[in-house]
């Protein structure tokens, strides 16, 4: 949006170089397009969907401050009295620009409500994996969630929990709704999935 509004304040201005709107916006344009087209490359189609959508949304930010700073201006009345033919305005141009924000705004929002939750359940989660490793001395080197998914990694000496206990712990304090991935130490992954008590082991690479 800072792009948008900058670099359609240039464009008014005559007293501010026209190279500024041009770097201003390559700056925010340039580099996600290219990750997209490098991560479809590696057949990483997820992430560069990802990074296709900050593309998009910075156009649609670009399209949509730059198109308030010039109503602002009222650059198409300047044109008319300076002689310059002027197209006509429809609404269905500004209909348009409200259509790409949309577009835009519900995997945004879509997104952030995903990585709230996450954060929340990761947060929830943390304090439940400790009092669960407490007694064995083994130490919770990380908690995140990822998509209502809780992965927690352990560090420790055998013998090891039990991963069940932990997965009954989790649905005691109200997670038995979210999967349980579990990292131990020397490579051995425990996928405990929601609503179940039993857990099985996966190899590391397909942890």
């Not at 948008?4 to 005559?14: E, H, K, Q, Y």
């Not at 041009?22 to 991560?39: C, D, E, H, N, W």
């Not at 879509?110 to 009092?131: F, I, K, Q, W, Y």
């Not at 069940?164 to 051995?188: K, N």
Request: proline residues 5%; contains cysteine.
């Amino acid at each position: 949006m800072a792009t948008g509004t900058v670099g359609a304040f240039a464009l008014v201005r005559a007293d501010i170089s026209d190279t500024l709107p041009g770097v201003a916006i390559a700056i925010s344009l340039v580099p996600p397009l290219a990750v997209t087209g490098l991560l479809i490359t590696v057949g990483r189609y997820h992430d560069a969907a990802e990074s296709a959508l900050l593309f998009g949304t910075n156009v649609a930010a670009i399209v949509a401050t730059g198109t308030v700073v010039f109503l602002v201006y009222g650059i198409r009345g300047a044109a008319q009295e300076s002689g310059l033919r002027v197209g006509r305005f429809r609404g269905w141009t500004l209909a348009a620009v409200a259509c790409v924000v949309v577009l835009v705004a519900v995997p945004l929002t879509s997104g952030t409500v995903t990585v709230a939750r996450d954060r929340a359940l990761a947060a929830d989660a943390r304090p439940v994996a400790e009092r669960w490793a407490a007694p064995g001395d083994w130490q919770i080197a990380s908690v995140e969630a990822r998509n209502g998914t809780v992965v927690i990694g352990v560090l420790g000496l055998p013998p090891q929990p039990a991963p069940s206990s932990l997965r009954a712990a989790l649905d005691r304090d109200g997670m038995a709704d979210a999967d349980l991935e579990l990292h131990l130490v020397g490579g051995r992954t425990h996928w405990c999935p929601a609503d179940t008590d039993t857990c099985t082991v996966r190899n590391a690479k397909h942890g």
